[in-house]
C-alpha cells in the first residue's frame, strides 16, 4: 500500500474537476482542504483508496465530487446504480445525500435508510424507476440489505463502492450485513474507504476489500484535531448532572451538544435541564425518525440550545460553528470519543471539548491517551468538591454464610417464620382424639 502525500494549498479548479461539478461548488468553497487534495486525484485516478483524515475535514466531497464526475464522464444518466456510498447511521445518510445532491446537476441520487416508511420508500423506489432510475446510491446497511433480498433494486452494476466511516461500518454490528451486501455487487469495482480513526482490524478487513490501494492521511491516525481545546474535569458521579448545568448557566453557550452513553439516561438528564430552565431535548435510536429529524433541524437553526444525545451523532453530522461538545459519560470506546469531539471545530473553526469524568471512568481515560498518543490530565471544577474514592478493587461486603443463605431460603419474612414456628408447636402439643 502506497503513501500519497502532497504539501501544497490547492484550489478546487486546480484538480482537474469538470467545469459542471466546479459551477455547482457553493462560492465559499475555493481551496480544498487537505483530504480533499489528497483524495480528489487518485479517486479520479480509478484507484482503490483508503483515507484517513479528521472529522469536519471534508471527507464527504473528498469522495463525492470526483465521483460525481466520473459518473459523468461514463454517462451515467440513467439506467443503473452505478455508485453506493455506505454510512452507518440515517443522519448521516441525510446528510450525505443533501451533500451530494447540492452539487450535482445530472446525476439522481437517493437515499435509503431505516426509519422512514417501507410502503413510502418503495413507491419512491417505483416512481424513480419510472422517471429515471438513480445511478448514486447513499445508504444504511440494514435497509439496503432489506431491499436487496426482496428484489427492490440491484446492485449488479456498481462500479464505485465507499465506505464512509468506515472504521465504525466494519466493526462486529455491521459487518455480518457489509458482508451479505457486497455479495450483490462485483468485485471488479473501484473501492474507497473514509475513515478518521483506524483500529488494527480496519487494516485487515480492508486489505481484502481493496485492490492495490492507495492510502493518504491527512494527519496522524487517530489524532484530534488541534483547534480543540480539551478539558478533563474530574467529579463525584452522583454531581455530573448539577455540573453540567453549573457550566452551561456560566458560560452560556448559544449551542451545547452533549453525550451520554443510554437512552434512558438522555431522557432522565433533559428533564432535569428543562426543570433547570434550560432549553434542552434528547435525541436517541428510540425516537421516530421524523422526531429525530425535527429535533435535529431545531438544534442547527438554533431553536434549541442543548441537544442530548447518544453516540448516534457521533459520526459525521455536521452542525455550522458548534461552540462547545461535553461528555456527560466518558465512551467506552476511545475511537468514539475521538469522534465525539469531532462535531465542534469543523472546517477549520475552533471548538471546545469538556468531559466530566468519574473515578470508575479511569480506564477508559487511560485508553483515549494511549489511542490519540497524549498524558489527559484531570481538573477540578469550581463549586464541586470530589469526596468520591477511587476503587480499590476490593468487594466491601463481608463473605457470605452460604449455609446460612440455604437455611433461610423458605423464610420469607419473619413474620413468616414466626408464624410457622407457632403453627408447629400447636400440632406437637395437641392431644390426639379418643378412639371409639
Same mark, same amino acid.
Given at each position: 500500500?502506497?503513501?500519497?502525500?502532497?504539501?501544497?494549498?490547492?484550489?478546487?479548479?486546480?484538480?482537474?474537476? /469538470?467545469?459542471?461539478?466546479?459551477?455547482?461548488?457553493?462560492?465559499?468553497?475555493?481551496?480544498?482542504?487537505?483530504?480533499?487534495?489528497?483524495?480528489?486525484?487518485?479517486?479520479?485516478?480509478?484507484?482503490?483508496?483508503?483515507?484517513? +483524515?479528521?472529522?469536519?475535514?471534508?471527507?464527504?466531497?473528498?469522495?463525492?465530487?470526483?465521483?460525481?464526475?466520473?459518473?459523468?464522464?461514463?454517462?451515467?444518466?440513467?439506467?443503473?446504480?452505478?455508485?453506493?456510498?455506505?454510512?452507518?447511521?440515517?443522519?448521516?445518510?441525510? *446528510?450525505?445525500?443533501? +451533500?451530494?445532491?447540492? #452539487?450535482?446537476?445530472?446525476?439522481?441520487?437517493?437515499?435509503?435508510?431505516?426509519?422512514?416508511?417501507?410502503?413510502?420508500?418503495?413507491?419512491?423506489?417505483?416512481?424513480?424507476? %419510472?422517471?429515471?432510475?438513480?445511478?448514486?446510491?447513499?445508504?444504511?446497511?440494514?435497509?439496503? %440489505?432489506?431491499?436487496?433480498?426482496?428484489?427492490?433494486?440491484?446492485?449488479?452494476?456498481?462500479?464505485?463502492?465507499?465506505?464512509?466511516?468506515?472504521?465504525? %461500518?466494519?466493526?462486529?454490528?455491521?459487518?455480518?450485513?457489509?458482508?451479505?451486501?457486497?455479495?450483490?455487487?462485483?468485485?471488479?469495482?473501484?473501492?474507497?474507504?473514509?475513515?478518521?480513526?483506524?483500529?488494527?482490524?480496519?487494516?485487515?478487513?480492508?486489505?481484502?476489500?481493496?485492490?492495490?490501494?492507495?492510502?493518504?492521511? +491527512?494527519?496522524?491516525?487517530?489524532?484530534?484535531?488541534?483547534?480543540?481545546?480539551?478539558?478533563?474535569?474530574?467529579?463525584?458521579?452522583?454531581? @455530573?448532572?448539577?455540573?453540567?448545568?453549573?457550566?452551561?448557566?456560566?458560560?452560556?453557550?448559544?449551542? #451545547?451538544?452533549?453525550?451520554?452513553?443510554?437512552?434512558?439516561?438522555?431522557?432522565?438528564?433533559?428533564?432535569?435541564?428543562?426543570?433547570?430552565?434550560?432549553?434542552?431535548?434528547?435525541?436517541?435510536?428510540?425516537?421516530?425518525?421524523?422526531?429525530? *429529524?425535527?429535533?435535529?433541524?431545531?438544534?442547527?437553526?438554533?431553536?434549541?440550545?442543548?441537544? #442530548?444525545?447518544?453516540?448516534?451523532?457521533?459520526?459525521?453530522?455536521?452542525?455550522?460553528?458548534?461552540?462547545?461538545?461535553?461528555?456527560?459519560?466518558?465512551?467506552?470506546?476511545?475511537? #468514539?470519543?475521538?469522534?465525539?469531539?469531532?462535531?465542534?471545530?469543523?472546517?477549520?473553526?475552533?471548538?471546545?471539548?469538556?468531559?466530566?469524568?468519574?473515578?470508575?471512568?479511569?480506564?477508559?481515560?487511560?485508553?483515549?491517551?494511549?489511542?490519540?498518543?497524549?498524558?489527559?490530565?484531570?481538573? /477540578?471544577?469550581?463549586?464541586?468538591?470530589?469526596?468520591?474514592?477511587?476503587?480499590?478493587?476490593? /468487594?466491601?461486603?463481608?463473605?457470605?454464610?452460604? @449455609?446460612?443463605?440455604?437455611?433461610?431460603?423458605?423464610?420469607?419474612?419473619?413474620?413468616?417464620?414466626?408464624?410457622?414456628?407457632?403453627?408447629?408447636?400447636?400440632?406437637?402439643?395437641? @392431644?390426639?382424639?379418643?378412639?371409639?
Amino acid at each position: 500500500m502506497q503513501l500519497s502525500l502532497l504539501a501544497h494549498t490547492m484550489k478546487f479548479s486546480d484538480l482537474n474537476l /469538470s467545469a459542471e461539478i466546479l459551477s455547482k461548488l457553493p462560492s465559499k468553497l475555493v481551496v480544498a482542504t487537505e483530504i480533499q487534495r489528497l483524495a480528489i486525484p487518485e479517486v479520479l485516478a480509478g484507484k482503490d483508496l483508503l483515507a484517513l +483524515a479528521q472529522t469536519g475535514s471534508g471527507k464527504t466531497y473528498a469522495f463525492g465530487l470526483p465521483l460525481l464526475q466520473a459518473l459523468i464522464k461514463d454517462n451515467c444518466h440513467g439506467g443503473e446504480i452505478k455508485a453506493l456510498v455506505l454510512v452507518p447511521t440515517r443522519e448521516l445518510a441525510l *446528510q450525505v445525500g443533501d +451533500a451530494l445532491k447540492l #452539487v450535482s446537476a445530472t446525476t439522481k441520487i437517493t437515499v435509503l435508510c431505516g426509519g422512514v416508511d417501507r410502503a413510502d420508500q418503495l413507491k419512491a423506489l417505483q416512481q424513480e424507476q %419510472l422517471h429515471k432510475k438513480p445511478q448514486l446510491v447513499v445508504a444504511t446497511p440494514g435497509r439496503l %440489505l432489506d431491499l436487496l433480498r426482496e428484489q427492490h433494486l440491484s446492485l449488479a452494476s456498481v462500479t464505485h463502492l465507499v465506505f464512509d466511516e468506515a472504521d465504525r %461500518l466494519m466493526d462486529m454490528g455491521f459487518w455480518p450485513d457489509l458482508e451479505r451486501i457486497l455479495e450483490y455487487i462485483p468485485s471488479k469495482r473501484q473501492t474507497l474507504l473514509f475513515s478518521a480513526t483506524l483500529a488494527p482490524e480496519l487494516n485487515t478487513k480492508a486489505l481484502d476489500l481493496l485492490h492495490k490501494p492507495v492510502k493518504v492521511a +491527512a494527519q496522524a491516525a487517530n489524532s484530534v484535531a488541534e483547534n480543540i481545546n480539551e478539558s478533563f474535569y474530574l467529579i463525584n458521579k452522583g454531581d @455530573k448532572a448539577r455540573a453540567l448545568i453549573a457550566l452551561i448557566q456560566r458560560q452560556q453557550w448559544p449551542q #451545547v451538544l452533549v453525550f451520554i452513553n443510554a437512552k434512558d439516561d438522555a431522557d432522565k438528564l433533559v428533564k432535569r435541564l428543562v426543570k433547570a430552565g434550560i432549553n434542552a431535548s434528547a435525541l436517541h435510536g428510540d425516537k421516530a425518525q421524523l422526531d429525530r *429529524q425535527q429535533i435535529l433541524a431545531d438544534f442547527k437553526s438554533l431553536k434549541l440550545s442543548v441537544l #442530548v444525545t447518544t453516540d448516534l451523532l457521533s459520526r459525521g453530522i455536521h452542525v455550522d460553528a458548534l461552540p462547545v461538545v461535553i461528555n456527560l459519560d466518558l465512551p467506552t470506546s476511545a475511537p #468514539v470519543y475521538v469522534h465525539r469531539i469531532g462535531r465542534t471545530a469543523r472546517a477549520g473553526d475552533k471548538g471546545l471539548a469538556i468531559s466530566l469524568v468519574c473515578h470508575s471512568e479511569a480506564d477508559s481515560l487511560k485508553a483515549i491517551g494511549q489511542l490519540t498518543h497524549r498524558e489527559l490530565a484531570l481538573e /477540578s471544577l469550581e463549586g464541586f468538591e470530589v469526596t468520591d474514592k477511587p476503587s480499590t478493587g476490593e /468487594s466491601k461486603r463481608a463473605p457470605r454464610d452460604k @449455609k446460612a443463605n440455604r437455611r433461610s431460603l423458605s423464610k420469607r419474612s419473619a413474620k413468616d417464620f414466626v408464624a410457622k414456628k407457632a403453627t408447629a408447636q400447636k400440632i406437637a402439643t395437641k @392431644k390426639p382424639k379418643p378412639t371409639k
